[in-house]
């Protein structure tokens, strides 16, 4: 087993069950039959279901969390993306799904250019990416001139892409798709003394405060 698939291994059952309930609102509500990308054990699917009536087709690559999954989903498919194309016709699904996941990937710019081709035309993605400049890794760096991998957060050693907002934004960009909203989430408040910098550099960290930012973007017509 090589170290990064030992450190998924590692990895508390937890990681795999996180709902992300805070991911709900930035469903749009037109939406009847989505893609969830790394949808772990089904959290977040299941409790999309209980909210609204919504198909959902999960892709996990793990197979003890696609086990969990197909007990509260439509659907699982157990997948490498990287690896693989889906068993699913073309232009089939309204919305896909990527939270937590892109910054795992090798390549996630083909990642999210590929799997457009599963989405109606201006069909829409959904994704929560980590912020490389959130507060405890923007400190680490230049105040303690250090960068630690972790076991979880933005830092986690299991992620290959790290993103800001504005890459986050080139990346759906660049893949066909149109922003139409990104937003921090996951904030914390600033000690006091940083917030007096954001303020006498005009707001400039601002995005520091975000864990993570989600994003939603449309498919553009081809």
């Not at 194309?85 to 309204?94: A, Q, R, S, T, V």
């Not at 991998?149 to 992620?159: C, I, K, N, W």
């Not at 007096?196 to 864990?211: A, E, P």
């Amino acid at each position: 087993m090589n170290n990064l698939a030992s450190a998924y291994e590692d990895k508390n059952s937890s990681y795999f069950s996180n709902d992300r309930r805070e991911m709900l609102s930035f469903i749009p509500p037109e939406v009847t039959n989505l893609l969830e990308i790394g949808c772990g054990n089904g959290s977040f699917g299941a409790l999309l279901k209980e909210s609204r009536r919504v198909e959902v087709t999960g892709v996990e690559s793990f197979a003890a969390a696609a086990v969990r999954a197909r007990r509260v989903l439509d659907r699982v498919l157990e997948s490498d993306i990287e690896r693989a194309d889906l068993e699913i016709p073309h232009g089939y699904f309204d919305c896909i799904t990527y939270n937590d996941v892109l910054e795992h990937l090798h390549d996630p710019w083909t990642t999210v250019s590929r799997f457009a081709q599963y989405l109606r035309p201006g069909g829409y993605v959904v994704a929560s990416i980590p912020n490389i400049r959130y507060f405890d890794a923007f400190k680490s760096l230049l105040v303690n001139k250090d960068w630690i991998y972790q076991s979880e957060g933005v830092l986690d050693r299991t992620h290959l892409r790290f993103f800001t907002e504005k890459s986050i934004a080139r990346l759906f960009e660049e893949s066909g798709f149109e922003v139409l909203r990104l937003q921090g989430i996951n904030g914390r408040p600033f000690p006091w003394k940083f917030r007096v910098l954001n303020f006498l550099c005009g707001h400039r960290f601002d995005d520091v405060r975000f864990r993570q930012f989600a994003c939603v973007a449309r498919r553009l017509a081809t």
